[in-house]
């Protein structure tokens, strides 16, 4: 050591500095996830110990360990990803549109700054280049430090990171991906545009015919409303767009939505493609299946009347 002062009082400091974080959230060593966007309703997760907090310049960042629940990531006093249960919807957001596509080389991510989706695109030995455009680099330096298994996805040499607008990033790439994932929080704050009509041509301008796009499209039992009138304008935008769902405890109502669109008339987006070996399946795989696939795009009957537009 040079100069300063000894390891031991850095250490005291670092341990001091951590009892003193606090969070609005956080009460009586609970985090309680309460939002105007599930009224009535607030999912609660036991917290161990604050790891970060910071106000970015786009949002409030957190990262908690919890007692049951590994680290947590929370957005804006939403929770994003745990680590107990984050695999379920990365998988399902990649492999979904990943394996909807016969051959998909180019791949854009659009959010997604924890990197657990990039881990996942990975696992296609076709993909050839995988962008990640985050707005918030605050996002990406916390889950490099907190989420190692998830942000192991940005150290794979397919992968670049871009830190800017996913709107301005569309406009400068046109005709040039074969699947793009937005991985957004919701439709509040700094990814409300994510969900209109606007940024959705965005995206079929930036992709290649046979292209599919995949988003997260919120939960059924909350945000019909706002589901359907996605998915109605994302029907005047392509020729084909679905509605598919996965299981996330840890989201409100344990149940989370994507919309996958396609640019080719008549694409079957619920019947895979392509299949993982059985035994990548098995090996590397927690929550999709080739069966997981089609059964995504089943809904129950309230959502099916719902959507059917
Ligand atoms: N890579 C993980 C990022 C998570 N992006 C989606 C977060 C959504 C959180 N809110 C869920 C609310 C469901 N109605």
Redesign the pocket.
Known sequence: MLQGKPDCCLAQQRRIRKQEMSHPNIKDGWFKESQA??PGQAMTLQVKEILHQEKSQFQDVLVFQSTNHGNVLVLDG????TERD?FS??EMIAHLPLNAHANPKKVLVI??G?G??LREIVKHDCVEEVTLVEIDEAVVKASKKFLPA?AVGFQHPKVKLHIGDGFAYLKENENTYDVIIT????PVGPAESLFGETFYDLMRKALLPGGIICT?G??QW??LPLIRSVLTHARTIFPVAEYAWASVPT???GN?GFILCSNEPGKDLKTPARYFERSVEDKKLRYYNREVHSAAFVLPQFAKAALEV
């Open positions: 966007l599930w939403v929770i994003q990803a984050e919807y990365q959010g997604g924890d657990g989706v998830m991985d957004s929080s919701d997260q919120e939960c909350l945000h989201y409100p109502c989370m």
